[in-house]
């Protein structure tokens, strides 16, 4: 099916990304807290899987914009990755990110890092290509 045969709701509530990773001491520094850019890569991964299930096309990369770090999150807890579609250009794609910190042993999860990624559709030549075609 087209890609334009759906409406961008319709298209942003399919690509939203959901991951969950648990926080042990190979993605930790030496206080014991996730690495920042394990962090990073770890959204841009995420940013990258919405996208591309929002549009169906081969995408880059192109920028990261403001990544706020409220909070360090320490070895022993999981975190919930949420990458959602936000806005569409014609040729780019741009993506808001929240990791959400969550205790391994008591309910709940809040905010601890936001970000925003942007990534751009190419065609064969590695030229920027429509999103929406």
Not at 2 to 19: G, L, P
Not at 24 to 53: C, V
Not at 79 to 103: F, M, P
Request: charged fraction near 20%.
């Amino acid at each position: 099916m087209n890609i334009t045969a759906f409406s961008f709701e319709q298209r942003q509530a399919m690509s939203v990304t959901r991951i969950v990773k648990a926080i042990f001491p190979g993605t930790t520094n030496h206080h014991n807290t996730l690495f920042g850019g394990q962090a990073l890569s770890w959204m841009d991964e995420a940013a990258f899987i919405a996208a591309t299930r929002f549009c169906r096309k081969s995408l880059v990369t192109v920028s990261t914009d403001r990544i706020d770090f409220k909070e360090p999150i320490p070895a022993g807890t999981f975190v919930e990755l949420v990458a959602k579609v936000v806005r569409v250009g014609r040729t780019s794609v741009t993506v808001n990110v929240d990791i959400c910190l969550e205790n391994m042993y008591a309910d709940g999860q809040h905010q601890a890092i936001s970000g925003e990624f942007k990534f751009v559709a190419i065609d064969d030549e590695r030229k920027p290509t429509p999103v929406m075609s």
